[in-house]
């Protein structure tokens, strides 16, 4: 529960930014996040986050089909999954991994154009274990489990062997326990899965908005990645994904409000399933 101070100063700002939502200002102001970012200036050096990666220069003239896509509470951003299914695209036949699946949008995406998804998330007996409600646990895998090209995997990452898998890994997703710890744990367990150098991985929630950094996941990220690789992190932009990318990439950090430099065209078509 936010501290009677955190609160006060959550409405305060309400006042001159009655835009934001008041969950949102009750989590980037909290405790937590402020000593996350302590904690990364302090160890890491840094308190401005990842560079970042114009999403325009990692896919110049991008143009991407997001479906399925339902716009339902936490659904990833369509510009989320648009951005893993073009770096799926990348590879002649992409061997993709997903940490945390909640309705499958994400994996039904990237199926579409990859040869082979995993899919590692709660299995429904740990999902009631740990009290989530019956909707949540009905709606597992609507999307994608039917799909031939999917396998499906219930168990908690932070325990299960991943080399029982026996492969390694062009994309990987890192979307399951939001946790700092969470995050740092399924962070170590993934970079053992890669591929080769062109492999990348993707975390999901690396800002409370595109622009609004959540210093818990940063936290995670640094404390779980091997530091030889603590230089290759971005952000991405336009997304709520942190990137791990080798090659040194244009990047560079901006300040927030980033002047709208870049726009997109959506075409919305809906259908009733």
């Given at each position: 529960?936010?501290?009677?101070?955190?609160?006060?100063?959550?409405?305060?700002?309400?006042?001159?930014?009655?835009?934001?939502?008041?969950?949102?200002?009750?989590?980037?102001?909290?405790?937590?996040?402020?000593?996350?970012?302590?904690?990364?200036?302090?160890?890491?050096?840094?308190?401005?986050?990842?560079?970042?990666?114009?999403?325009?220069?990692?896919?110049?003239?991008?143009?991407?089909?997001?479906?399925?896509?339902?716009?339902?509470?936490?659904?990833?951003?369509?510009?989320?999954?648009?951005?893993?299914?073009?770096?799926?695209?990348?590879?002649?036949?992409?061997?993709?991994?997903?940490?945390?699946?909640?309705?499958?949008?994400?994996?039904?995406?990237?199926?579409?154009?990859?040869?082979?998804?995993?899919?590692?998330?709660?299995?429904?007996?740990?999902?009631?274990?740990?009290?989530?409600?019956?909707?949540?646990?009905?709606?597992?895998?609507?999307?994608?489990?039917?799909?031939?090209?999917?396998?499906?995997?219930?168990?908690?990452?932070?325990?299960?062997?991943?080399g029982t898998l026996g492969k390694n890994f062009d994309?990987?997703?890192?979307?399951g326990d939001h946790t700092r710890d969470g995050i740092?744990?399924?962070?170590?367990?993934?970079?053992?899965?890669?591929?080769?150098?062109?492999?990348v991985i993707v975390w999901h929630d690396y800002g409370?908005?595109?622009?609004?950094?959540?210093?818990?996941?940063?936290?995670?990220?640094?404390?779980?990645?091997?530091?030889?690789?603590?230089?290759?992190?971005?952000?991405?932009?336009?997304?709520?994904?942190?990137?791990?990318?080798?090659?040194?990439?244009?990047?560079?950090?901006?300040?927030?409000?980033?002047?709208?430099?870049?726009?997109?065209?959506?075409?919305?078509?809906?259908?009733?399933?």
């Open positions: 529960m936010a501290k009677p101070g955190t609160i006060f100063k959550a409405l305060s700002r309400l006042v001159g930014h009655p835009r934001e939502s008041l969950s949102l200002i009750l989590d980037s102001d909290s405790v937590d996040q402020k000593s996350a970012r302590e904690y990364v200036s302090r160890t890491y050096g840094s308190d401005r986050g990842f560079p970042q990666i114009d999403l325009l220069d990692l896919f110049p003239g991008l143009s991407v089909t997001v479906a399925p896509y339902t716009y339902l509470s936490d659904t990833s951003l369509a510009v989320d999954i648009a951005l893993l299914k073009s770096l799926a695209g990348r590879y002649d036949s992409c061997r993709y991994l997903e940490i945390g699946t909640l309705r499958g949008e994400s994996i039904a995406n990237v199926a579409s154009v990859a040869a082979e998804c995993v899919s590692v998330s709660l299995s429904e007996d740990e999902m009631r274990t740990r009290g989530f409600e019956k909707n949540f646990i009905a709606m597992r895998n609507f999307f994608s489990h039917d799909l031939p090209n999917v396998t499906h995997i219930g168990h908690d990452s932070h325990t299960f062997d991943f994309l990987i997703f890192v979307d740092r744990k399924d962070t170590e367990k993934v970079f053992p899965l890669l591929k080769d150098d062109r492999s409370f908005t595109t622009e609004r950094i959540r210093w818990t996941t940063v936290a995670g990220i640094l404390d779980g990645c091997p530091p030889e690789y603590r230089g290759d992190l971005y952000h991405v932009s336009h997304t709520k994904c942190a990137l791990f990318m080798r090659g040194k990439p244009d990047s560079a950090f901006y300040d927030f409000p980033r002047y709208p430099d870049t726009v997109f065209e959506v075409t919305l078509r809906g259908r009733k399933l």
